[in-house]
């Protein structure tokens, strides 16, 4: 069963990345799409990760009681923890819910009106033509979304923190830049990366390959959220296992 | 010219076509009838390959279209227009970005051409005018003459309609028969239509095909139909006390 939906969304994505018949309608899809998934979720992602990045950093600082660690420690364990996993696996998981059911039933219902019928029937590409815009989309701008949550996680903490009196901002910003490694941005990029890759193609097969009618379409777009939450979970480890 | 060679097609259980063979030829308007479920609007996805079949096959042109990839069936695709039973028209496209569209993927034609072909299309189907409106605007019969519309701005050499003129007021409906088969003659088109309408029937049915109990029941022309002596389709023809009227006067 597995191997037989596995298989036909290989065959999909091979289907999606056939030469497109004309470029310059793909782009103004594939800008349509990145203002559709990049813009349209700023405001969401910009107020989850500032809260949990205060949220998190009154939680260490609440771990932390030993007067022998320094309260720069604070800021350290958020931006890391922040930079590695929060802020690509919660703006992946909840992209999953907002843009992935919004492309599967966009496809899904495509495809019971059988418009996805009549575009192949005029010869077009219709995987192509309708997901390959949204993947590339996804794959630029969910890991710039992931960097502006990286961002406000960061900030977050630093107002958490000094709302709190856990740590003071000068204390919380050296923490923040001490030891800094650039390659674990360069990890929360390649999981940006594949999460928006998962994201848009899981949701845009499960969209594809509906039968039926509204039902069956919203059921799609369930199926389709919960399988690419677990596939975005079960990437992050696989990243991080290879990563550090 | 378009042959369809012993065609089965079944959903699950149900075999809806069991061995349909038939010739469409060009420049003429080939009307395939039958009972709601009978499987006409299958056989008509047979034919553009929007179903497979399980056995036989659809020709064009002597060229085997059944088995043929995405890409060697592209050029021909290309020449095929449709309107679906539910029009399909793509509902986040106005009306002139639907008709546009197959010209905007295929044609080299300027921004304006290609608006002068939208108009063009539109005033075939009366709807001159309506370019801006979007699908859900639209009522059911404005939205098959949209289809109709966009189902003929390539300049199809094959056209395929799936009742063009259900839920059309008599007065549209006998202009849409015109417009289609106008169309034929210009572009000397092989029209495929499935319709349930009698006027059609009579009005515009070169060739006639009945399906009943997916098989190929009867076939034949208009002027044919009206003196066969076959039941079922007798039934079907002659359901109203009205046309049994009519019949009995010819
Ligand atoms: N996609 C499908 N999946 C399963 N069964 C189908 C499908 N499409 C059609 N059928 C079945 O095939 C049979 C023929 O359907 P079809 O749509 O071809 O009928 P039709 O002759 O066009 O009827 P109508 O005049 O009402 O449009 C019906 O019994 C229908 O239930
Ligand atoms: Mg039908």
Redesign the interface.
Known sequence: MFFTYFGQYLLLLK?VFRRP??WN?YWKEIIHEMNEIGVGSLGLIAIISTFVGAVMTMQIAFQLVSDLIPTSVIGQINRDSSILELSPTITALVLAGKVGSSISSQIGS?RV???I??L??????APGYLILPKILAGITMIPVLVIMSIFLALVGGLAGGSLSGAVTPADYINGITDGFIGYTVAVALVKAFVFGFIITSVSAFKGFYVRGGALEVGQASTRGVVISCISILVADYIVTALML | MIEVQNIHKSFGDNHVLRGIDANFEPGKISLIIGGSGSGKSTLLKCMVGLHAPEQGKVLYNGEDFTRMDFETRIPIRKEIGMLFQNSALFDSMTVEQNIIFPLEMFSDMSRNEKIDRANYCLERVNLAGRNKLYPAELSGGMKKRVGIARAISMSPKYLFVDEPNSGLDPETAILIDELISELTDEYQCTTVVVTHDMNSVMGIGDYILFLYKGQKWWEGSNKEIAHTDVEELNNFVFASPFMKAAKERF
């Open positions: 289907a018949e004309k309608i495509m009106t059988e418009q019928d009549a192949e029937i005029m010869g077009i590409n």
